[in-house]
Protein backbone atom coordinates (compact mmCIF):
# COMPACT_ATOMS: atom_id res chain seq x y z
CA UNK A 1 0.00 0.00 0.00
CA UNK A 2 2.50 2.53 0.70
CA UNK A 3 4.27 2.27 -3.24
CA UNK A 4 0.82 3.07 -4.22
CA UNK A 5 0.50 5.50 -1.76
CA UNK A 6 4.06 7.37 -2.87
CA UNK A 7 3.28 7.17 -6.83
CA UNK A 8 -0.41 8.75 -6.12
CA UNK A 9 1.65 11.62 -4.11
CA UNK A 10 4.43 11.41 -6.80
CA UNK A 11 1.77 12.19 -9.39
CA UNK A 12 0.08 15.10 -7.44
CA UNK A 13 2.92 16.89 -6.85
CA UNK A 14 3.75 16.92 -10.66
CA UNK A 15 1.47 19.70 -10.58
CA UNK A 16 -0.35 18.83 -14.00
CA UNK A 17 -4.01 19.25 -14.10
CA UNK A 18 -5.35 17.15 -11.35
CA UNK A 19 -9.05 16.30 -10.64
CA UNK A 20 -10.66 14.16 -8.56
CA UNK A 21 -13.92 12.09 -8.92
CA UNK A 22 -16.51 11.11 -6.04
CA UNK A 23 -19.26 9.05 -5.52
CA UNK A 24 -21.33 8.00 -2.25
CA UNK A 25 -18.54 5.95 -1.15
CA UNK A 26 -16.44 9.26 0.20
CA UNK A 27 -19.56 10.06 2.79
CA UNK A 28 -20.56 6.66 3.59
CA UNK A 29 -17.74 7.47 6.78
CA UNK A 30 -19.81 10.59 7.20
CA UNK A 31 -22.90 8.48 8.23
CA UNK A 32 -24.56 8.53 4.60
CA UNK A 33 -25.28 5.10 3.23
CA UNK A 34 -23.99 4.68 -0.38
CA UNK A 35 -26.45 3.45 -2.61
CA UNK A 36 -25.40 -0.18 -4.03
CA UNK A 37 -23.39 -1.96 -0.95
CA UNK A 38 -25.00 -4.02 1.32
CA UNK A 39 -27.57 -2.30 3.15
CA UNK A 40 -27.51 0.55 1.03
CA UNK A 41 -30.17 2.86 0.02
CA UNK A 42 -31.11 0.67 -3.10
CA UNK A 43 -30.87 -2.34 -0.58
CA UNK A 44 -34.10 -0.55 1.30
CA UNK A 45 -35.73 1.42 -1.77
CA UNK A 46 -36.49 1.46 -4.88
CA UNK A 47 -36.04 4.78 -6.72
CA UNK A 48 -38.92 5.94 -8.36
CA UNK A 49 -37.92 7.26 -11.57
CA UNK A 50 -38.68 10.91 -13.11
CA UNK A 51 -41.42 9.98 -15.22
CA UNK A 52 -42.86 8.29 -12.49
CA UNK A 53 -42.77 11.41 -10.13
CA UNK A 54 -44.37 13.67 -12.98
CA UNK A 55 -47.60 11.29 -13.34
CA UNK A 56 -48.77 9.64 -10.43
CA UNK A 57 -49.28 11.29 -6.70
CA UNK A 58 -48.43 8.04 -5.26
CA UNK A 59 -44.86 8.13 -6.73
CA UNK A 60 -44.31 11.64 -5.79
CA UNK A 61 -45.37 10.36 -1.93
CA UNK A 62 -42.70 7.25 -1.88
CA UNK A 63 -40.11 9.88 -3.17
CA UNK A 64 -40.65 12.51 -0.77
CA UNK A 65 -41.24 9.06 2.13
CA UNK A 66 -37.61 8.31 0.51
CA UNK A 67 -35.82 11.45 1.01
CA UNK A 68 -37.73 12.19 4.70
CA UNK A 69 -35.94 8.98 5.72
CA UNK A 70 -32.14 9.76 5.00
CA UNK A 71 -33.17 13.49 5.96
CA UNK A 72 -31.34 13.15 10.13
CA UNK A 73 -28.34 11.36 8.19
CA UNK A 74 -27.85 14.23 5.73
CA UNK A 75 -28.30 17.09 7.95
CA UNK A 76 -26.01 15.06 10.49
CA UNK A 77 -23.34 14.39 8.45
CA UNK A 78 -20.45 16.18 8.46
CA UNK A 79 -17.05 16.51 6.22
CA UNK A 80 -14.80 13.28 6.82
CA UNK A 81 -11.04 13.08 7.15
CA UNK A 82 -11.81 12.03 3.34
CA UNK A 83 -12.97 15.37 2.21
CA UNK A 84 -10.58 16.93 4.69
CA UNK A 85 -7.79 15.84 2.68
CA UNK A 86 -8.98 16.54 -0.69
CA UNK A 87 -9.91 19.94 1.08
CA UNK A 88 -6.14 20.52 1.67
CA UNK A 89 -4.98 19.53 -1.79
CA UNK A 90 -7.29 21.83 -3.69
CA UNK A 91 -6.15 24.87 -1.00
CA UNK A 92 -2.78 23.99 -1.98
CA UNK A 93 -3.21 24.34 -5.38
CA UNK A 94 -2.67 20.41 -6.47
CA UNK A 95 -6.45 20.13 -7.63
CA UNK A 96 -7.75 21.92 -10.25
CA UNK A 97 -11.72 20.90 -9.30
CA UNK A 98 -13.98 18.25 -7.85
CA UNK A 99 -16.65 16.40 -9.91
CA UNK A 100 -18.84 14.61 -7.58
CA UNK A 101 -21.94 12.60 -8.22
CA UNK A 102 -22.99 12.92 -4.72
CA UNK A 103 -25.83 15.47 -3.81
CA UNK A 104 -25.15 16.20 0.11
CA UNK A 105 -22.78 18.97 -0.27
CA UNK A 106 -20.21 17.80 1.56
CA UNK A 107 -17.28 18.89 -0.43
CA UNK A 108 -18.65 22.74 -0.07
CA UNK A 109 -18.82 22.11 3.75
CA UNK A 110 -14.92 21.03 3.40
CA UNK A 111 -14.22 24.25 1.92
CA UNK A 112 -13.82 23.87 -1.86
CA UNK A 113 -15.43 26.71 -3.59
CA UNK A 114 -18.90 26.09 -4.90
CA UNK A 115 -17.54 27.01 -8.97
CA UNK A 116 -15.01 23.93 -8.42
CA UNK A 117 -17.39 21.32 -7.24
CA UNK A 118 -18.84 20.09 -9.92
CA UNK A 119 -22.62 18.15 -8.58
CA UNK A 120 -23.13 15.84 -11.73
CA UNK A 121 -26.50 14.78 -10.19
CA UNK A 122 -27.40 17.98 -8.21
CA UNK A 123 -27.66 18.61 -4.44
CA UNK A 124 -30.17 17.43 -2.37
CA UNK A 125 -29.68 20.02 0.77
CA UNK A 126 -31.72 22.43 -1.94
CA UNK A 127 -35.45 21.91 -3.68
CA UNK A 128 -37.34 23.65 -6.28
CA UNK A 129 -40.87 23.20 -7.99
CA UNK A 130 -40.41 21.64 -11.43
CA UNK A 131 -42.74 23.89 -13.18
CA UNK A 132 -41.91 27.36 -12.14
CA UNK A 133 -38.45 26.82 -10.78
CA UNK A 134 -38.74 28.45 -7.44
CA UNK A 135 -36.58 27.34 -4.56
CA UNK A 136 -38.08 25.90 -1.73
CA UNK A 137 -36.84 25.61 1.59
CA UNK A 138 -35.44 21.60 2.55
CA UNK A 139 -36.02 22.60 6.06
CA UNK A 140 -39.70 23.76 4.82
CA UNK A 141 -40.49 20.65 3.27
CA UNK A 142 -39.90 18.32 5.38
CA UNK A 143 -41.98 20.50 8.06
CA UNK A 144 -45.30 19.94 5.88
CA UNK A 145 -44.29 16.77 4.75
CA UNK A 146 -44.44 15.72 9.11
CA UNK A 147 -47.72 17.70 8.72
CA UNK A 148 -49.40 15.76 6.44
CA UNK A 149 -48.62 17.64 3.55
CA UNK A 150 -46.91 14.40 1.50
CA UNK A 151 -46.50 15.39 -1.86
CA UNK A 152 -45.51 19.17 -1.12
CA UNK A 153 -46.60 21.52 -4.33
CA UNK A 154 -46.23 24.82 -5.19
CA UNK A 155 -48.13 27.92 -4.78
CA UNK A 156 -47.99 27.84 -9.09
CA UNK A 157 -49.48 24.36 -8.74
CA UNK A 158 -46.49 22.54 -9.57
CA UNK A 159 -44.55 19.98 -8.14
CA UNK A 160 -42.04 20.43 -5.89
CA UNK A 161 -38.78 18.24 -6.23
CA UNK A 162 -35.37 17.62 -4.62
CA UNK A 163 -32.86 19.61 -6.35
CA UNK A 164 -31.63 16.13 -7.84
CA UNK A 165 -30.92 13.83 -10.47
CA UNK A 166 -33.69 11.17 -10.67
CA UNK A 167 -33.50 8.30 -13.16
CA UNK A 168 -34.65 9.00 -16.24
CA UNK A 169 -34.29 13.07 -15.97
CA UNK A 170 -32.08 15.59 -17.78
CA UNK A 171 -28.37 15.78 -16.67
CA UNK A 172 -27.44 19.20 -15.86
CA UNK A 173 -26.02 20.15 -19.20
CA UNK A 174 -23.50 22.57 -17.77
CA UNK A 175 -21.91 20.45 -15.27
CA UNK A 176 -21.71 17.52 -17.67
CA UNK A 177 -19.86 19.51 -19.82
CA UNK A 178 -17.56 20.95 -17.33
CA UNK A 179 -16.90 17.59 -16.05
CA UNK A 180 -16.47 15.99 -19.62
CA UNK A 181 -13.64 18.95 -20.42
CA UNK A 182 -11.98 18.77 -16.56
CA UNK A 183 -11.62 14.75 -17.25
CA UNK A 184 -10.31 14.72 -21.00
CA UNK A 185 -7.93 17.30 -19.84
CA UNK A 186 -6.49 16.02 -16.77
CA UNK A 187 -2.97 14.39 -16.01
CA UNK A 188 -4.38 13.24 -13.49
CA UNK A 189 -7.61 11.45 -12.79
CA UNK A 190 -8.47 10.14 -8.68
CA UNK A 191 -11.94 8.50 -8.27
CA UNK A 192 -12.82 8.22 -4.92
CA UNK A 193 -16.00 5.68 -3.74
CA UNK A 194 -18.00 4.89 -6.62
CA UNK A 195 -18.96 1.99 -8.75
CA UNK A 196 -18.86 3.46 -11.84
CA UNK A 197 -22.02 2.40 -13.30
CA UNK A 198 -23.83 4.95 -13.36
CA UNK A 199 -23.59 7.09 -16.68
CA UNK A 200 -22.58 9.33 -18.05
CA UNK A 201 -20.89 10.09 -14.88
CA UNK A 202 -19.27 6.37 -15.31
CA UNK A 203 -17.83 7.49 -18.45
CA UNK A 204 -15.08 10.16 -16.82
CA UNK A 205 -12.44 7.83 -15.99
CA UNK A 206 -12.63 6.85 -19.74
CA UNK A 207 -12.97 10.16 -20.72
CA UNK A 208 -9.25 10.93 -18.80
CA UNK A 209 -7.84 7.76 -19.59
CA UNK A 210 -8.42 8.04 -23.40
CA UNK A 211 -6.30 11.42 -23.02
CA UNK A 212 -3.24 9.83 -21.08
CA UNK A 213 -4.13 10.82 -17.67
CA UNK A 214 -2.68 8.93 -14.50
CA UNK A 215 -5.96 7.18 -13.59
CA UNK A 216 -6.19 6.32 -9.41
CA UNK A 217 -9.22 4.41 -8.27
CA UNK A 218 -9.76 4.65 -4.38
CA UNK A 219 -12.73 1.96 -3.58
CA UNK A 220 -13.56 -0.95 -1.27
CA UNK A 221 -15.20 -2.78 -4.05
CA UNK A 222 -14.45 -3.68 -7.96
CA UNK A 223 -15.09 -1.17 -10.42
CA UNK A 224 -15.18 -1.70 -14.18
CA UNK A 225 -12.26 0.24 -14.44
CA UNK A 226 -9.94 -1.75 -12.06
CA UNK A 227 -7.85 -3.13 -14.76
CA UNK A 228 -7.10 0.29 -16.73
CA UNK A 229 -6.27 2.01 -13.69
CA UNK A 230 -2.69 3.15 -13.20
CA UNK A 231 -2.93 2.90 -9.31
CA UNK A 232 -5.90 0.76 -7.63
CA UNK A 233 -5.92 1.16 -3.61
CA UNK A 234 -8.50 -0.96 -1.97
CA UNK A 235 -9.33 0.88 0.94
CA UNK A 236 -11.41 3.02 2.78
CA UNK A 237 -11.33 6.67 1.76
CA UNK A 238 -11.24 7.96 5.56
CA UNK A 239 -7.60 6.34 5.98
CA UNK A 240 -6.50 6.57 2.65
CA UNK A 241 -6.95 10.06 1.56
CA UNK A 242 -4.68 11.37 4.73
CA UNK A 243 -2.06 8.64 4.12
CA UNK A 244 -1.87 10.48 0.60
CA UNK A 245 -1.77 13.84 1.83
CA UNK A 246 0.82 13.18 4.45
CA UNK A 247 3.18 11.55 1.72
CA UNK A 248 2.08 14.91 0.00
CA UNK A 249 3.71 16.89 2.77
CA UNK A 250 6.47 14.89 2.80
CA UNK A 251 7.51 15.12 -1.16
CA UNK A 252 7.02 18.65 -0.90
CA UNK A 253 8.11 19.94 2.53
CA UNK A 254 7.60 23.69 1.55
CA UNK A 255 3.86 22.84 1.16
CA UNK A 256 1.96 24.99 3.81
CA UNK A 257 0.70 22.81 6.70
CA UNK A 258 -3.28 23.26 5.63
CA UNK A 259 -3.09 19.95 4.37
CA UNK A 260 -5.77 18.38 6.79
N1 LIG B 1 -14.13 4.08 1.28
C1 LIG B 1 -13.97 3.68 -0.01
N2 LIG B 1 -14.96 3.15 -0.77
C2 LIG B 1 -16.16 3.03 -0.17
C3 LIG B 1 -16.41 3.42 1.17
C4 LIG B 1 -15.32 3.95 1.90
N3 LIG B 1 -15.45 4.34 3.18
N4 LIG B 1 -17.72 3.16 1.45
C5 LIG B 1 -18.25 2.62 0.33
N5 LIG B 1 -17.33 2.54 -0.64
C6 LIG B 1 -17.50 2.09 -2.02
C7 LIG B 1 -18.43 0.93 -2.19
O1 LIG B 1 -17.73 -0.29 -2.11
C8 LIG B 1 -18.97 1.17 -3.61
O2 LIG B 1 -18.14 0.55 -4.57
O3 LIG B 1 -18.09 3.17 -2.71
C9 LIG B 1 -18.87 2.69 -3.79
C10 LIG B 1 -20.22 3.38 -3.77
O4 LIG B 1 -20.89 2.97 -4.94
P1 LIG B 1 -22.44 3.32 -5.13
O5 LIG B 1 -23.16 2.99 -3.87
O6 LIG B 1 -22.86 2.69 -6.39
O7 LIG B 1 -22.46 4.90 -5.26
P2 LIG B 1 -22.11 5.76 -6.55
O8 LIG B 1 -21.05 5.09 -7.36
O9 LIG B 1 -21.83 7.12 -6.07
O10 LIG B 1 -23.50 5.73 -7.35
C11 LIG B 1 -23.58 6.52 -8.52
O11 LIG B 1 -25.92 6.00 -8.67
O12 LIG B 1 -28.00 5.70 -7.69
C12 LIG B 1 -27.20 6.60 -8.39
O13 LIG B 1 -27.45 8.92 -8.33
C13 LIG B 1 -26.94 7.84 -7.59
O14 LIG B 1 -24.97 9.26 -7.67
C14 LIG B 1 -25.43 7.93 -7.51
C15 LIG B 1 -24.98 7.05 -8.65
Known sequence: MDDKISLVAQQLVKGGRNVVFTGAGISTESGIPDFRSKGGIWDKYRPVYFDEFMSSKDARIE???????????????????????????????????VITQNIDGLHQESGIPDENVIELHGNTLRARCVTCGKAASLHEIHRR?????????CECGGYIKSDTISFGQAMPEDELERATELARNSDFFMVVGSTLLVHPAA??????????????????????YDNVSDVLIRGKAGAVLPEISKEVRCLSMDVPQTIK
Not at 74 to 82: D, E, G, K
Not at 145 to 153: H, N, S, V
Open 63 to 97: YWKQKAELYPDLVNARPNPAHMSVAGLYETGLIEA
Open 203 to 224: AMPAHAKENGSFLVIVNLSETP
Open 145 to 153: IEKGDLAPE
